[in-house]
């Protein structure tokens, strides 16, 4: 069965950077297109960005030219590298493929 297994998450200060993790498993990895989605404390699930088979990027206006998405077909894994971090972005980041998502994992932006 399809398994999602993200991580990187952390405590970062505003302006800073993190690249999370997603480590997939139970299907053919390189055949599909796969999204990265948050869910901040009391709001509701948000899609943030969005990688083609073919590898082209995709963000919500939040994302755009601060996050890139990317993928390593080898190893299975999907990254998210976010730079200029603001204290919105505080949330739980999943890596999602058809509604599936993994455990999450906690990023928060304070000082």
């Known amino acids: 069965q399809v398994q999602l297994v993200e991580s990187g998450g952390g405590l970062v200060q505003p302006g800073g950077s993190l690249t999370l993790s997603c480590v997939a498993s139970?299907?053919?990895?390189?055949?599909?297109?796969l999204s990265w989605v948050r869910q901040a404390p009391g709001k509701e699930l948000e899609w943030v960005s969005t990688?083609?088979?073919?590898?082209?990027?995709v963000h919500n206006d939040l994302a755009k030219g601060r996050f890139t998405v990317s993928r390593d077909n080898a190893k299975n894994t999907l990254y998210l590298q976010m730079n200029d971090l603001k204290s919105d972005d505080t949330a739980v980041y999943y890596c999602?493929?058809?509604?599936?998502r993994g455990q999450g994992t906690q990023v928060t932006v304070s000082s």
């Open positions: 999602e493929k058809d509604d599936v």
């Open positions: 139970g299907f053919d990895f390189e055949a599909w297109g």
């Open positions: 990688i083609t088979r073919a590898g082209h990027e």
